[in-house]
T-cell receptor, first 111, second 116 residues
């Protein structure tokens, strides 16, 4: 059972454009929502994270929008660059530190 | 800060042999470490959770006698794949959480295991 649903599976964006990745969850016990960036052959690296008491968090070109009532959250990458090309995973985490990953989105930013 | 290393980064072994993968937290003490498995173009699947000084907790469907986990210290956890077979070939990734308790999981760079 996929506890965190992620879409789209793949995304192609022009350089300078906005990349948007969406996630939805069912488990209301989740209280921490990190996003990870993974390059081929590497481990995931924490990109940005949010807790459900906040509706938006911005760090540089990366913004998380969080809708608690809809149980949805999304990652926006502004001014997307070719170096942003990677696979992005959203996740939900419970207080017991169990991390449930989404299925991943392969982002390609074309010059 | 929050650097997690893994060794080796890639290993090739013959079917039937055992392989040990090390996971170290370099600049923090990790009370809890996690082991994941990732198949190509797929998400990470949690295999087990290990707490320092106690037995690991395995996820459903993960054979504990095949995937031996030892968390001997606050900075080191090891995963041993025993009697490896080609179907065990995968990307194994560990992560760690600091002693502050509930916190972000920091991931290692992964180990590519190929069983011939």
């Amino acid at each position: 059972q996929q506890q965190v649903k992620q879409s789209p599976q793949s995304l192609i964006v022009q350089k300078g454009g906005i990349s948007i990745i969406n996630c939805a969850y069912e488990n209301t016990a989740f209280d921490y929502f990190p996003w990870y960036q993974q390059f081929p052959g590497k481990g995931p690296a924490l990109l940005i994270a949010i807790r459900p008491d906040v509706s938006e968090k911005k760090e540089g070109r990366f913004t998380i929008s969080f809708n608690k009532s809809a149980k949805q959250f999304s990652l926006h990458i502004m001014d997307s660059q070719p170096g942003d090309s990677a696979t992005y995973f959203c996740a939900g985490q419970t207080g017991a530190n169990n991390l449930f990953f989404g299925t991943g989105t392969r982002l390609t930013v074309i010059p | 800060g929050a650097v997690v290393s893994q060794h080796p980064s890639r290993v090739i072994c013959k079917s039937g042999t055992s392989v040990k993968i090390e996971c170290r937290s370099l600049d923090f003490q990790a009370t809890t470490m996690f082991w994941y498995r990732q198949f190509p173009k797929q998400s990470l699947m949690l295999m087990a959770t290990s707490n320092e000084g106690s037995k690991a907790t395995y996820e459903q469907g993960v054979e504990k006698d095949k995937f031996l986990i030892n968390h001997a210290s606050l900075t080191l956890s090891t995963l041993t794949v025993t009697s490896a077979h080609p179907e065990d070939s995968s990307f194994y990734i560990c992560s760690a959480i600091g002693t502050s308790g509930r916190d972000t999981q920091y991931f290692g760079p992964g180990t590519r295991l190929t069983v011939l």
